[in-house]
């Protein structure tokens, strides 16, 4: 069984930075990718950032030059999105992902609220 806990959600003003954290345990044998995905309200769910196993990395149009997506070398089980420069449109809540050999994990979401 694996579980994702996510972290690091709250209000901030447009303009403002925030950083999520999310930490896969349990029995973990190979995370292919980690990632976040968002749904703000009345819109489908969105895939925001992905890291892949390799260290590549995958953003959304909206969200590139302004999001990062990182993982801690000391633990790779845990990933990282800082938000800069954050715009109102940004509000939704975040959902952590991780891709483990076959079967994709989900965190329980963290809402971030971006206000004008």
């Known amino acids: 069984q694996v579980q994702l806990v996510e972290s690091g959600g709250g209000l901030v003003q447009a303009g403002g930075s925030l950083r999520l954290s999310c930490t896969a345990s349990g029995t973990i044998f190979s995370i292919n990718a980690m990632g976040w995905y968002r749904q703000a309200p009345g819109k489908q769910r969105e895939l925001v950032a992905t890291l892949n196993r390799g260290g590549s990395t995958n953003y959304v149009d909206s969200v590139k030059d302004r999001f990062t997506i990182s993982t801690d070398n000391n633990a790779k089980n845990t990933v990282y999105l800082q938000m800069n420069s954050l715009k109102p449109e940004d509000t939704a809540v975040y959902y952590c992902?991780?891709?483990?050999?076959?079967?994709?994990?989900w965190g329980n979401g963290t809402l971030v609220t971006v206000s004008s």
């Open positions: 992902y991780a891709n483990i050999v076959v079967r994709y994990y």
